[in-house]
């Protein structure tokens, strides 16, 4: 049995969480037959149109489950997307078109509040790279700004469908795009070599770009400014896609929400981990091309069920994240930035104030959250995550003890819930702040223009959490997505008119970076759109940042002491010396 190297667990870098993008199976039914046609390269399509609750007289047209690459199956499983296959006549894209597959016991694993029902009737298929059109007309003059949405999910599940993207579309007059690509066992294998180079998840969206320049036009959207936007998971996808040459010219504009490249880096060994899950799977590991044959022989079902059987096994979450395949990425990302070599497009980028909050730390303490931790606890905590990233480093204990000092309450040292609160921090500075604020000043230091935030609103959905609880991941979802003002996946909740406000300024920010480059810029924009507060762009000289609120307010400097503590001191203690091995 081969085991798991140090490498494969830094790779995972200090505390990933399995944070999860939730979802429910509706598809169009509440939508109504259209008749609108529209022309693709593959073939004709026809839609539906749906309505937002505040927005009855405006229609959206939607365009469900249109195949951009043809199913991955077979000789195409572990191999770059090719175009879809033409068809004939007119397809429906009434409906959502399968899931990816993936893992169903992450998502329902989790109970926690949120305001959407589970799907009873999932489907799931390797036949899954479709594509989902929102768009308020089908003008082919319209020329209408286009923003791509990519899901999170860890890349291992999520999919690009409901709950639907009508209220960005309705209200700020945008076409939105979502998409499925390729997960886990299936998405980012590899044994790091021409076998299996892996990265096939990213190669979808790539081609998912493709599709949506050859296309978009006739859905009423302009294809030369495309915006790339995507949270958790999706948020690093899209940092990747900043510096993979593959993508280079196919987008304008890019917003990551909560992830960048660094909070999953690259596994720089991907194969002692990938013979681990096809031994697990019944395939002799004797070199890659045997491993290679034998993975394409087994069914979906079985490959999941050796990875879930793995993860169970363990005790611990298995991270398959990109790699270095001389194709998507030509060498370490941190090389890249280091050189320079960046698509330099407009970057919207931020993160949440209380990213590992209620929905991670289930992930970490077993038992009553609401009671908080020991310190004794908090340290424990602290030192597993250190094993993990720096084990057999001689500064170990001196990493321990300096992440430690700096997070202990500073005025109630010996209360749980204030303890709890802090372990909440670090581990939202380790994997947010540092990365994106490391991201941002790389890009603005090679002459992109960057747009930072801190989203402090918490959702009044939450009542059952406590009040230290802030804007925690995910929460933005909520927002984006415009939940207030859909019907359909949603639970009836009675959204606040703080929740409304809040969503309407998001949506009107996105779309006025997604048309013009700047958030604060509506130029073009619809005449109802909110009045809303310039957002400055930030510099290293000026490192000013947006703190999102029901009223956004300016600040400067965003945690500076905590970023130098994940971007500069735990980095160099945890670097070993030729001489100290």
Not at 239 to 246: F, K, R, T, V
Request: proline share 8%; net charge negative; glycine share 8%.
């Amino acid at each position: 049995m081969t085991t798991l190297t140090k490498e494969t667990s830094r790779a995972n870098m200090f505390y990933l969480v399995a944070i999860l993008l939730f979802v429910s199976s509706y598809g169009a039914a509440n939508g109504q037959r259209d008749g609108s046609v529209v022309v693709t390269v593959s073939g004709q399509v026809r839609g539906t149109t749906t309505h937002t609750t505040d927005l009855p007289d405006k229609p959206i047209y939607t365009f469900l489950g249109i195949p951009y690459a043809a199913p991955p199956v077979g000789e195409l499983r572990y191999r770059p997307p090719q175009p879809a296959l033409p068809w004939e006549g007119v397809r429906e894209a009434v409906e959502y078109g399968s899931y990816c597959p993936q893992n169903l016991v992450f998502l329902n694993g989790i109970d926690l509040d949120f305001p959407m029902e589970f799907g009873e009737n999932m489907t799931m298929s390797e036949d899954c790279l479709t594509v989902n059109v929102f768009t308020p007309t089908v003008a082919e003059d319209a020329a209408l700004p286009v923003l791509l949405w990519i899901h999170g999910g860890t890349l291992i599940s999520g999919m690009g469908s409901p709950p639907g993207w009508e209220a960005l579309a309705a209200h700020q007059d945008v076409v939105v795009v979502s998409i499925n690509y390729r997960l886990g066992v299936l998405g980012f294998l590899s044994t790091g070599d021409e076998n299996m180079p892996g990265n096939y998840g990213l190669l979808d969206q790539v081609r998912a770009m493709e599709w949506v320049k050859e296309n978009i036009r006739n859905f009423g959207g302009d294809p030369e400014r495309v915006t790339l936007f995507g949270q958790s998971a999706g948020g690093v996808s899209i940092s990747y896609h900043l510096l993979s040459p593959l993508s280079k010219g196919l987008f304008q504009r890019a917003i990551s929400q909560s992830g960048t490249w660094k909070t999953f880096p690259v596994n720089p060994q991907p194969l002692p981990l990938t013979k681990i899950i096809a031994e697990a799977a019944g395939c002799v590991a004797v070199d890659t091309t045997t491993i290679a044959t034998c993975l394409k022989e087994k069914s979906a079902e079985e490959l999941l069920e050796s990875f879930d059987s793995l993860v169970f096994g363990l005790g611990q979450m298995l991270y398959l994240v990109p790699v270095v395949d001389g194709t998507f990425l030509s060498t370490d990302p941190a090389d890249l930035m280091k050189k320079g070599e960046i698509n330099t497009v407009d970057y919207l980028l931020g993160i949440n104030n209380q990213e590992v909050g209620w929905l991670g730390l289930s992930n970490f303490i077993k038992g009553d959250l609401r009671v908080g931790i020991s310190q004794e606890e908090f340290v424990k905590l602290v030192r597993t995550g250190t094993l993990m990233a720096y084990q057999g480093n001689p500064n170990l204990d001196e990493i321990v003890e300096t992440v430690v000092s700096e997070y202990k309450p500073p005025t109630t040292p010996d209360d749980p819930l204030a303890i709890l609160h802090q372990f909440s921090q670090m581990n939202g500075d380790s994997m947010m702040i540092g990365p994106t604020m490391l991201v941002a000043e790389k890009h603005a230091h090679a002459g992109t223009r960057v747009f930072l935030y801190e989203n402090q609103y918490r959702p009044s959905i939450h009542p059952n959490r406590p009040d230290w609880v802030g804007c925690d991941h995910g929460d933005d979802l909520f927002m984006i997505w415009g939940l207030p003002f859909l019907k359909g996946p949603v639970k009836v909740l009675n959204y606040t008119k703080e929740d409304k406000e809040f969503s309407l300024n998001m949506m009107a920010y996105w779309a006025n970076f997604a048309r013009t480059g700047d958030p604060s810029d509506s130029t073009g924009g619809p005449t109802d759109s909110p009045s809303l507060p310039t957002w400055p762009q930030y510099t290293p000289d000026n490192p000013v940042y947006m703190k999102l609120d029901v009223v956004p307010t300016t600040d400067v400097g965003l945690k500076p002491d905590k970023v130098k503590l994940w971007n500069e001191v735990i980095p160099q203690m945890g670097t070993v010396k030729k001489d100290e091995l």
